[in-house]
């Protein structure tokens, strides 16, 4: 297969705009009130109650938080038949020293950057033949 025909099967990425924080509470926290639109993802685990939301609605009960990231989606949906596309993204940002952050949904993989990284991911993403639209 050559260069361009790899390439051309790599999902497309969206950036979304809004800042988004990563917020720990307390594992046996009630959930906190939630935002009616935009972007959440709440999980729990015996350890922790983990909320990723805009900056904005950050809850003040939250333990731990961690501003300044920024997200970008692969364009959806994904086959659950497709493998690697996480480990060849993230490879490619490790390679170019970039933390990420990641959600998968039904639907799709979200990958959350720091905000001050986005244009080095928009870059070494692009230089292994990721699009954005």
């Given at each position: 297969m050559s260069d361009e025909t790899a390439r051309a099967k790599l999902p497309r990425l969206r950036w979304h705009a809004e800042p988004l924080a990563v917020v720990r509470l307390p594992p046996a926290a009630a959930v906190p009130a939630l935002p009616a639109s935009g972007f959440f993802s709440l999980t729990r685990t015996a350890d922790e109650l983990s909320l990723v939301l805009e900056e904005a609605h950050v809850p003040p009960e939250a333990e731990a938080v961690e501003p300044g990231w920024h997200r970008f989606a692969l364009v959806g949906p994904l086959d659950f038949s497709l493998?690697?596309?996480?480990?060849?993204?993230?490879?490619?940002?490790?390679?170019?020293?970039?933390?990420?952050?990641v959600i998968s949904t039904y639907d799709t993989d979200i990958v959350l950057v720091r905000s001050v990284d986005r244009q080095r991911t928009t870059a070494a993403l692009e230089a292994v033949g990721y699009r954005f639209v």
């Open positions: 493998v690697g596309v996480l480990s060849h993204l993230s490879g490619a940002l490790a390679e170019a020293g970039i933390n990420l952050f």
